[in-house]
T-cell receptor, first 118, second 114 residues
Framework: AQTVTQSQPEMSVQEAETVTLSCTYD???????LFWYKQPPSRQMILVIR??????QNATENRFSVNFQKAAKSFSLKISDSQLGDAAMYFC???????????????FGQGTILTVHP | NAGVTQTPKFRILKIGQSMTLQCTQD?????MYWYRQDPGMGLKLIYY???????DKGEVPNGYNVSRSTTEDFPLRLELAAPSQTSVYFC?????????????FGDGTRLSIL
């Protein structure tokens, strides 16, 4: 079974600075998808960024980028120019491809609470 | 376009009571999922469905039942509520052919068992 580990229960950053959230995962599959979700106090699950395992290039979305190390099974999220609105719980998630017995389910890490200081 | 709609948003139950959490999606997704999120934790899969009439257990199915009679609806049933089922419940959906796309989540149901 796949597992996802976020080793940082809490992180903090000053507004306008950069912070990196860590995520590692365990899988025997070669084809999969990785996601970072943001969950603000409103409880909504908001997609931040995604990465396909077959792509070597790291995904970027504006101030958000990832460092995807497939061999090391590592998928960290970098937030640049942090803003107060970035404060939330962040979840790393692993998704298997269709087929087999996984049916594209998401396996989540435990989450990292990010605090942004003004 | 409503997306994934969950009702109710909040509910308090007494131990031993039963209730159904409703989930409906209007995107014609064939895959639907129920997750629970305990305080300070990530989401864990309870049940999932790959289409009408087809459901299967996830990681934490005990104490729950589901059905999928239509593509749109995927209700989650608690038969005998227990304090351990106090949690926030999320329903999600997606196309099976678009697994690089995110699952669409509802806004969650906060359930307290007292």
């Amino acid at each position: 079974a796949q597992t996802v580990t976020q080793s940082q229960p809490e992180m903090s950053v000053q507004e306008a600075e950069t912070v990196t959230l860590s995520c590692t995962y365990d899988t025997s599959e070669s084809d999969y998808y990785l996601f970072w979700y943001k969950q603000p106090p409103s409880r909504q699950m908001i997609l931040v960024i995604r990465q396909e395992a077959y792509k070597q290039q790291n995904a970027t979305e504006n101030r958000f980028s990832v460092n995807f190390q497939k061999a090391a099974k590592s998928f960290s999220l970098k937030i640049s120019d942090s803003q107060l609105g970035d404060a939330a719980m962040y979840f790393c998630a692993y998704r298997t491809p269709a087929g087999g017995t996984s049916y594209g389910k998401l396996t989540f890490g435990q989450g990292t609470i990010l605090t942004v200081h003004p | 376009n409503a997306g994934v709609t969950q009702t109710p948003k909040f509910r308090i139950l007494k131990i031993g009571q039963s209730m159904t959490l409703q989930c409906t999606q209007d995107m014609n997704h064939n895959y639907m999922y129920w997750y629970r999120q305990d305080p300070g934790m990530g989401l864990k899969l309870i049940y999932y469905s790959v289409g009408a009439g087809i459901t299967d257990k996830g990681e934490v199915p005990n104490g729950y039942n589901v059905s999928r009679s239509t593509t749109e609806d995927f209700p989650l049933r608690l038969e005998l509520a227990a304090p351990s089922q106090t949690s926030v419940y999320f329903c999600a959906s997606s196309y099976w052919t678009a697994l690089n796309q995110p699952q669409h989540f509802g806004d969650g149901t906060r359930l307290s068992i007292l």
